[in-house]
């Protein structure tokens, strides 16, 4: 959709993501609102395409990690603005993640940019932090009973973890009630199939995509 019945279009704000550009964008969301927008709208016809688009142009090469890291930036100011109106409106999310750089691996970044993602793509995101102990999903996963636990490495020796995480779940019962994906530089798509994940992710746009699969929106 490029433009409201109203005549508002998001093309300007969709471009002004893909060029980096927080400040513009602000102004833009800012007087979407003022012209009576919807808060959802602004998300569904405007930020969540532009960070599909986003993750396409890193996966094809056209954009870098930096160029990730600022468009995430941008969107993370517009929805700081539009979430307390999102959620007076009570306006759905696609579903829940819980998310986690896993036990003795301090790294956040990748981690960081696919909770920007998520959250530009409409879902509703507990990150966790990192370091987190087995345990310390395991209690995510029972207290905010999210759709999809997501997990990130980005050390070798560390990447066990995730395998451990899985087990536990498993034992807790928790399972079968959530989706598990797995990411991070030294992780592929063998080894999440070979500890028995739902997904593996490859970045920030592969990881949404993905989410979007699971929930089936």
């Given at each position: 959709m490029s433009a409201t019945d109203n005549g508002f279009s998001y093309a300007p704000l969709i471009d002004s993501v893909l060029n980096q550009d927080d400040a513009r964008l602000l102004e833009l969301v800012k007087d979407a609102l003022g012209k009576g927008v919807s808060p959802e709208d602004i998300v569904t016809s405007g930020l969540q395409?532009?960070?599909?688009?986003?993750?396409?142009?890193?996966?094809?090469?056209?954009?870098?990690?930096?160029?990730?890291?600022?468009?995430?930036?941008?969107?993370?100011?517009?929805?700081?603005?539009?979430?307390?109106?999102?959620?007076?409106?009570?306006?759905?999310?696609?579903?829940?993640?819980v998310i986690g750089t896993v036990f003795g691996d301090i790294h956040d970044v990748g981690k960081n940019l696919v909770t920007t993602m998520l959250e530009g793509t409409g879902f509703q995101v507990v990150d966790l932090g990192i370091n987190i102990p087995v345990s310390g999903f395991v209690k995510a996963v029972e207290e905010h009973k999210p759709d999809i636990l997501g997990m990130s490495a980005l050390v070798t020796t560390t990447m066990v973890v995730m395998a451990e995480v899985?087990?536990?779940?498993?034992?807790?019962?928790?399972?079968?009630?959530?989706?598990?994906?797995?990411?991070?530089?030294?992780?592929?798509?063998?080894?999440?199939?070979?500890?028995?994940?739902?997904?593996y992710g490859a970045n920030g746009g592969d990881a949404a995509k993905l989410c979007r699969e699971l929930v089936g929106k």
């Open positions: 395409p532009a960070m599909g688009i986003v993750g396409e142009k890193y996966s094809t090469g056209e954009f870098f990690v930096p160029d990730m890291l600022l468009a995430s930036r941008a969107v993370s100011r517009a929805l700081a603005v539009l979430k307390p109106r999102l959620s007076s409106a009570g306006v759905p999310s696609r579903g829940r993640v899985i087990k536990a779940l498993k034992e807790a019962d928790l399972r079968s009630r959530v989706k598990v994906i797995v990411g991070g530089a030294p992780v592929t798509k063998h080894y999440a199939d070979y500890i028995g994940a739902d997904g």
